[in-house]
C-alpha cells in the first residue's frame, strides 16, 4: 500500500511541475478586472458592495459574451496608467475620455482604446448667484478653479491663462469647492453635473450653458498591445446590434449619447 501511495504522489506532483496549479484547471476563471471611479449613473457602490450604472452593466455585458467574469476595482484616477501598465486592472472603464491628452501626450499614445461608446462634453460649473460674471472662455482667465486630478477637466482648467487650478482626488469633490467658495468654478462632466446641480446640497450651483466646451468620446482603455481590446470591440458591436446597449442607455437616462464609434477623432 505505502508504494502504491508514493507511487500516486510522485505521479501528481510530476503533473504540477509540467503544469503548474492554475494552467491544469480544466475550468479556469478569467476575470476582466475594470479600474473604476464612483461617478453617478456610470459606476456606483451599493452598501452591499455591489455595483450598479451604466458602465458597471455595459461592462458585465461585456465580459459575458467572452465568457469572463468581472470585477470592479475603485482605483486614484491619477494613477490609471500605472493600474493598466502594472497588471492591478485590465481596463480603465469610468468615462475615459479618449479624444484628450494629459500633460500634452495624447491618450491613445498612452492606452489603447476600444470603440468610442459614449459622447460627453466639459462644463463650467459655478454658483448660481455668480452666473453673471461667467459668459464666455475669457470669463474664467484669472478665476480660481478645480477639477478631478487626472481628467479631462484638469487638463482643460490648465490651460485657461492665469486660472488657479487645485485639483481634487474626485469629480464629487469639485462640487464641494465651489459650494464652499474655495474656487470660483469647476470644470467637470456635464453628464454628471446635470445630475447633480441644483438638487439636494448642490441645489446653489449651476452649469453655465453660455460656455460650450469641445465634444468628448468616452472609450475603454486597455495596455498597450492588450489583445483585449479586440475582443471587447466585437463585444461592444453585438450589444449594439441586438439591442442591449440601448436598452442600458435608456435605463439610465443616456439613449441621447449612447453609441459605438468605430473611429475617434
Known sequence: MKKIISVFLAVMMLALSVCGLSSCNPNPEDTLVCGVTIVEGLN????????????????TEVAKLLDMKVKFVEINWEQKYNEVNSGAIDAIWNGFTANSADNGVPRSELVDFSYGYMLNQQCIVVKTDKLAEFTSVDSLKGKTAT????????AFAADIEGATVTPVPTQLGTFMEVKSGAVEFAVVDILLAKNICGTGDYSNLSIVESIQLESEVYAVGFKKGSDLTEKVNAAMKQLEENGKLQELAIKYGFENVVGIVEEIE
Open 44 to 59: 456606483e457602490q451599493l452598501p452591499d458592495g455591489s455595483w450598479t450604472g451604466f458602465d458597471t452593466e455595459f461592462a
Open 147 to 154: 477639477a478631478e486630478k487626472g481628467s479631462a477637466g484638469e
